[in-house]
């Protein structure tokens, strides 16, 4: 007798997100894992202190260093980037893909609805969305004795590591006619960005994502060293 296939039911954010850490792993980022709790002063340039998204704050958190849920992968990630620039470090890319929290949904804590985009048997009181991140400081090229004398990595670079990220997904940049394209950030979509180095990626109309050179003033803020590049991805569709 024959054994009957089970059927996959397969998830398209989480294959999204198995494709984003290929593609990045490929172009030689190191995955980070970070907790979904952050500090609101973290915080602060990536939800405009609160006014971008509702901030959900825990009721009785260990700490005021983790007391907000996370609306951005990149504070993690920075802090990571910083930590590893102060043991030394010059050469950093970094990535990670999680859940983050925008806020309450709307319907309340109420039983997450089939249609709903979110994870199953995620939180049904917070607005989650699935995103990949990355940061990247340091030169062009491989690390050899030779990488003193090699150009800093600059906004194009970023761009690049963005376009291919989104081919593997699937979503081909076309800056004049086509379903996903890259056009100048406002700064008010994207604080922790340099204005006038920064950009945004529309896919159908819908923001997608950014990716830029770090704010001058957040680098000061963080202490970091050389031009520091952040991008962020909205996986969940």
Known sequence: SGRVPVARVTDPVQDAQETAREALLAAGFD????????SPRELAPFDGEGT???????RNPLSEDVSVMRVS????????LVHNQRHGETDVRLFETGTVFHGARPEGAEPRPQTDDGPPGGDAYALERTHVS???????????????????LDFYDVKGVAQELLGALGLHVDAWDGDTRVIPLPQSAAPHLHPGMSALVMHQGVALGT?????????????TRGVVLALELD???
């Not at 992968?73 to 990571?80: A, E, H, K, V, Y």
């Not at 990355?134 to 003193?148: E, I, S």
Request: hydrophobic fraction near 45%.
């Open 31 to 38: 995955e980070a894992v970070n907790m979904g709790f952050v």
């Open 52 to 58: 971008r998204f509702g901030r959900l704050i825990l």
């Open 134 to 152: 990355a940061v990247m400081v340091g030169v062009r090229g491989p690390l050899t004795h030779q990488t003193r004398t090699m150009p800093e």
């Open 235 to 237: 996986l969940t569709g």
């Open 73 to 80: 992968l990149l504070p993690g990630l920075l802090r990571n």
């Open 211 to 223: 990716f830029g050179v770090l704010h001058p003033k957040l680098a000061k803020t963080l202490e």
